[in-house]
């Protein structure tokens, strides 16, 4: 609509000036005015509609720090030269675009098709949706264009970054539990023998009872009993007021990082893993053993967001989570009093448990709590709770290798 006001004004002016001044040259621009936008005009009515647009990504799962290639694809269904299409994408929130749009902008020869990609970072975790595009085409002189809104709503879930954190974590709770570091070494998931059972396609040669098959006259596998090592869970302050600095560098997303990662070392190790993310409603995984137990306490800490009333009863819930050989992890902002008698009864009890700290004040500059927290650190340190603390510039995976090392 606008480019035809703009073009009728225009023809307007170059007519009356031809009128009014007269010869040849100004008709003579009158009439090529005429021309130019009568072409064009066609033209766009002839583009408008013509032009397909979609939009994807390669996977539909991420995780934070890596990339997703995103592709538009365009094509042009009709005979006509398109000599300009401006397409706007609806991105993710994750990977923090200005206003989350981006513009491609291409020509298309007739009936052409064309992909136009670009690898983007993952800098945010949670469940996102995105696809919406405006799609804007018209003449050669971008006088006369028409838009639409097409797309449909796509998603996209970023995962938590996973951290190496190494793989003897069971040595370095053993270290600050005072156990002897070889006594708490990574190992396979031991098993007991129970007896033996009819050979199933599938078993293997190694489990064949070779003795009792001979004297049965009927192949027979060992049948074992699963024996887990080590078990523990994560607990995750969600408080507001127990967090500072926001996005990617603040200590909510820093937190997040470090229970998924040490979920992950846990799950390498094949130690039973759960967690509790403490919040108006807590949210809960008990401890389990395999991929798709990780997978969930993952799919837990997609959605994590900090929240301004935090339940206390978060602690009432280990003796169903946790046995006396479980471990916990504590991971914080801030320790208050209810906290800490929490996790001093716990330890009384015979619990084991660490706690990973932030230094609020590294990542805002504030040191209104660093008084009451040296308190509570002296209190859980008189209780033979170790407190590991994490500040801006704190490289996870450096922390855990000296700690590693400080195990031996």
């Known amino acids: 609509m606008l480019g035809l006001i703009k073009a009728f ?100 020869s007739p009936h052409e098709k064309k992909a136009l990609s670009e690898e983007m970072e993952c800098r945010l975790r949670g469940h996102f949706f995105w696809g919406n595009m405006l799609i804007r085409t018209g003449d050669i002189f971008g006088i006369f264009t028409n838009s639409r809104n097409s797309g449909e709503i796509l998603e996209l879930i970023v995962m938590p970054e996973l951290l190496n954190l190494g793989t003897d974590l069971g040595r370095i709770i053993g270290l600050k539990q005072g156990d002897t570091p070889s006594s708490l070494r990574p190992r396979r998931t031991g098993s007991g023998f129970i007896g033996v059972r009819k050979y199933d396609v599938g078993d293997g040669m190694s489990r064949i009872h070779w003795k009792a098959s001979a004297r049965y006259q009927s192949l027979l596998v060992k049948e074992f ?26 200590t909510m997303e820093r937190s997040v990082t470090l229970a998924a990662s040490l979920a992950a070392a846990g799950a390498k190790c094949g130690y039973g893993t759960g967690i509790v993310v403490s919040g108006a409603e807590n949210k809960t995984v008990p401890v389990g053993y395999g991929k798709n137990h990780f997978n969930l306490i993952l799919e837990t800490l997609v959605n994590v967001q900090p929240v301004t009333k935090l339940k206390r009863e978060e602690f009432d819930y280990e003796p169903s989570l946790l046995s006396r050989k479980s471990h916990i992890f504590i991971i914080a902002g801030l320790l208050e009093e209810p906290f800490i008698d929490g996790l001093v009864r716990r330890g009384a009890r015979g619990y084991g448990s660490t706690v990973f700290l932030f230094r609020l004040e590294s990542f805002s500059g504030e040191a209104a709590y660093k008084a009451a927290r040296e308190e509570g650190i002296e209190r859980l340190a008189g209780s033979g709770i170790p407190v590991i603390m994490i500040d801006k510039e704190t490289d996870l995976r450096l922390m855990f290798r000296g700690l590693e090392y400080e195990a031996g």
């Open 225 to 250: 009993q699963e024996q887990k090592t080590l078990e523990f869970i994560i607990f995750l302050d969600a408080h507001t007021e127990h967090h500072s600095g926001s996005g990617p560098d603040g």
């Open 9 to 108: 004004i225009w023809l307007a002016l170059t007519f009356l000036y031809a009128y009014i001044v007269g010869g040849k040259i100004p008709y003579m621009v009158f009439y090529t005015s005429l021309g130019i936008l009568s072409t064009g005009l066609i033209w766009a009515a002839i583009n408008a509609g013509k032009v397909r647009v979609i939009c994807y990504a390669e996977t539909v799962n991420a995780q934070v720090g890596s990339k997703v290639k995103m592709t538009v694809e365009f094509e042009n269904l009709s005979g006509w030269p398109v000599p300009w299409v401006q397409c706007w994408v609806n991105m993710p929130d994750s990977f923090c675009l200005p206003d989350n749009l981006i513009c491609y902008n291409t020509s298309l």
